[in-house]
């Protein structure tokens, strides 16, 4: 049996983790667009990995479970790579929830009860959540993001009230950082690992669709030129700190959010991004 690495999601910074990772694995790669994944499958085939991909859609927890039951077909699992999400110029509030909050939570909880020994988790989160004030929510509410099951999520008054879609994106977030770290004690039991990584502005085509949107582009283009790096970042350097996360130098690191963002965070708290 093979040794597998389940990709969810197929793009830019999904493949970039993949090809440091996967040398000498099996890897499933699964995206809710079937055309997508098999271009991307192609690819990476062509590049000299073993790949199969799939469909998934992360709002289905029977659909996340089928993921599974393929998967485990394959070997043992020894990562999964999490880079599946909307943006907040790609979709409103609550069907944003439903992807990036609910299914990410459930991809968590079904892939930690098969995950193999050694084996480990990255999940792309976002420097977005970092912006919250550090009292945006209380211990009572991360409690409830972190611990609650995913179903129980989305019936949260507060959570079914929410109508702006870069709210929703930044709870969810949020909400993935510390599903993360509770998560992080369950797959512990399994000799397992699981982590989180904040991007900021990785040029992406979701990034390009937040530089050019109507409503965001103007803020975004700005914070990239006041930040102290002056750029966005690209799918490579997620891939490379993915890899150390992966790797055996990174096996202390566990329920752990690492923010990446050229420095955009500090600049909206402490420099010229500050809220005047």
């Known amino acids: 049996m093979a040794d597998v690495i389940v990709v969810i999601g197929s793009g830019s910074i999904a493949q970039a ?8 694995k099996k890897i499933l790669l699964a995206d809710i667009h079937l055309d997508n994944a098999k271009a991307v499958e192609d690819i990476l085939k062509r590049a000299g990995f073993d790949v199969e ?8 927890r029977e659909s996340i479970q089928q993921l599974v039951a393929a998967s485990t077909a394959l070997g043992d699992i020894k ?4 880079t599946a999400g909307l943006s907040p110029s790609q979709a409103k509030a609550q069907d944003l929830l439903h992807v990036d909050l609910y299914g990410s939570a459930v991809v968590f909880e079904e892939f930690g009860k098969v995950i193999a020994a050694g ?9 977005s959540s970092h912006r919250l004030d550090c009292d945006a929510i209380s211990q009572a509410t991360a409690d409830q993001l972190a611990t609650l099951p995913p179903e129980k999520l989305l019936e949260l008054p507060w959570i ?3 109508d702006d879609s870069l709210y929703a994106y930044q709870i969810s977030k949020r909400g993935n950082a510390l599903r993360v770290m509770s998560e992080a004690v369950k797959w512990g039991k399994r000799g397992a690992r699981i982590n989180c990584i904040s991007a900021g502005i990785i040029f992406t085509p979701l990034a390009y669709d937040e530089l050019n949107s109507v409503e965001r582009g ?9 930040s102290p790096a002056g750029r966005g970042g690209t799918p490579d350097e997620i891939g490379a700190l993915a ?34």
Do not use: W
């Not at 103007?218 to 006041?226: F, I, T």
């Not at 965070?265 to 005047?276: D, F, I, N, R």
């Open 17 to 24: 983790i993949a090809r440091r990772v996967s040398v000498g």
């Open 119 to 127: 084996g480990s988790c990255v999940v792309l989160g976002s420097q």
């Open 218 to 226: 103007d803020y975004y283009r700005n914070m990239l030129g006041k």
């Open 53 to 60: 991909s799939t469909h998934v859609d992360v709002r289905s």
């Open 243 to 276: 890899e150390f996360m992966f790797g055996p130098n990174g096996a202390y690191m566990s329920g752990s959010d690492v923010l990446i963002d050229g420095g955009v965070t500090a600049s909206v708290k402490y420099g010229e991004l500050k809220p005047q």
């Open 79 to 82: 990562g999964v790579i999490l």
């Open 160 to 162: 079914k009230a929410i």
